[in-house]
């Protein structure tokens, strides 16, 4: 199952909860989640609204307790490890929580483990993330991408006076991924589910996170759109930022923001849906050079990659500083085996890191068909679109096992295995067969 974000008004917690919530998550198991974290601390709720004229979902927060502790990123980050989470879930929240606590360190100079969650701001993150990461695992969500996001415009009322939006979080948060300012016609026009719980992000040392963005001190401007909590669980998720991707969809959610705009509705959607087997969205080319290695280490490696999960491995000859001879080592990877993928890189190579890029691929439906080749079974690999075989391809391992066993050369055994193919209808042009 896939998810694609829409957040193309803006992005915040209790919107990506709500959508999700909206889309048949249950909040059961949503709670529950909450609860292994923070225990007896927080309520989630819901209910019905209205924004631009549609429907949407409204997640809200209900505190339990009457003097919720400060907490640093490290307490948040012992907490999830030691909670009874689902692991992708667990997963997704504690990379969502390390990115929130890497931009707001790097805005006020302070090392990511000393910032603080102040009081209620840390049971809305700890809601609004936990309860986010627990609804994509309890709707079956492997993988995630989602829109370029709108940030808004104008200036808002923080810890530490007036600053532009997007503010200084926000900005970080924002780098590698697509985004927009929104047009000054953005008014609000009534409070609807005006936020309680306002302020600005964070002052030093401090992050004040609330589930919606922050009062606008400038009325005809759009103010915050993005809050920091709403944009690090999309980047922690989210493989790749992309218009929505070829799927069969399942179901839709709306979460409603905490304002209403005239102009457009102020919701987060969500899009459910396996995908369709011709676009391939939401992958990540991950790539090191490396000069130092032995290369008769390269096939094994290559070997490694893919049996990680990559969809594909290769090795780009280049010239490095000072003359020296080396090789980029590319894989490709979605989100489920990108993790393994990097691993191996680390360990198999000598590299000291890797970079990373979102890429989408357009791929054929594929298919396995046998052939007969000297009484060996050789797989055809049969590419095609909309039931029209365009390639038909034998598998050349099966053909050298082949060669091998009867003692003829691989380009005979391969010639005999592309007639075998072609007399079985697999050519280009013909219809697929049957299964």
């Known amino acids: 199952m896939h998810a694609w974000f829409d957040i193309s ?48 979902t409204k997640a809200r927060v209900r505190v339990l307790v009457d003097d919720p502790p400060h907490r640093q990123w490290s307490s948040i980050r012992a907490a999830l490890a030691g909670a009874g989470l689902d692991d992708r879930a667990r997963e997704w929240a504690l990379a969502a929580f390390g990115r929130l606590a890497d931009a707001e360190g790097r805005v006020h100079g302070v090392d990511p483990d000393t910032v603080h969650f102040h009081e209620v701001g840390a049971l809305d993150s700890i809601a609004d993330v936990v309860g986010t990461c627990a609804a994509l695992v309890a709707l079956g969500v492997t993988t995630v991408s989602a829109s370029p996001v709108r940030l808004g415009s104008g200036r808002v009322r923080a810890a530490h006076g007036d600053i532009p939006v997007p503010v200084p979080a926000v900005a970080e948060l924002s780098i590698g991924w697509q985004v927009y300012p929104t047009p ?101 080319e991950v790539r090191a050079n490396v000069d130092d290695l032995d290369p008769r280490m390269w096939p094994g490696v290559l070997d490694a990659l893919l049996a990680a999960g990559a969809a594909d491995a290769w090795l780009v000859p280049i010239q490095m500083k000072k003359g020296r001879p080396a090789f980029t080592v590319h894989a490709l990877t979605g989100a489920g085996a990108h993790d393994a993928v990097v691993e191996v890189l680390l360990t198999r190579t000598t590299t000291l890191g890797v970079r990373e890029s979102a890429v989408e691929r357009t791929i054929l439906d594929r298919t396995w068909v046998d052939v007969d080749v000297l009484g060996h079974a050789v797989p055809v690999k049969v590419g095609s679109r909309a039931g029209t075989i365009l390639h038909a391809t034998p598998e050349f391992s099966a053909m050298a096992e082949a060669a091998r066993a009867s003692g003829l050369s691989e380009a005979d055994v391969a010639h005999r295995a592309q007639a075998a193919a072609l007399a079985s209808g697999l050519a280009p042009g013909a219809p697929l067969p049957p299964a």
Do not use: Y
């Open 9 to 56: 008004a803006g992005v915040a917690g209790d919107m990506l909860l709500g959508a999700l919530l909206d889309a048949g998550a249950d909040v059961t198991a949503v709670q529950a989640a909450i609860d292994a974290v923070a225990p007896g601390s927080v309520r989630l709720e819901s209910s019905a609204v209205t924004r631009g004229g549609q429907r949407a």
């Open 184 to 284: 000054e016609s953005g008014r609000v026009v009534g409070a609807g589910e005006a936020h309680a719980r306002t302020g600005g992000p964070a002052g030093a040392h401090h992050h004040h996170q609330h589930d919606a963005p922050a009062e606008t001190t400038t009325p005809q401007a759009a103010g915050e759109l993005a809050t920091p909590t709403g944009l690090a669980v999309v980047r922690a998720v989210a493989s790749a930022c992309e218009p929505l991707p070829g799927m069969t969809v399942a179901s839709v959610g709306v979460g409603a923001g905490g304002k209403d705009f005239a102009g457009w509705p102020n919701v987060v959607r969500v899009v459910l849906g396996e995908a369709s087997g011709v676009a391939e969205r939401g992958m990540v």
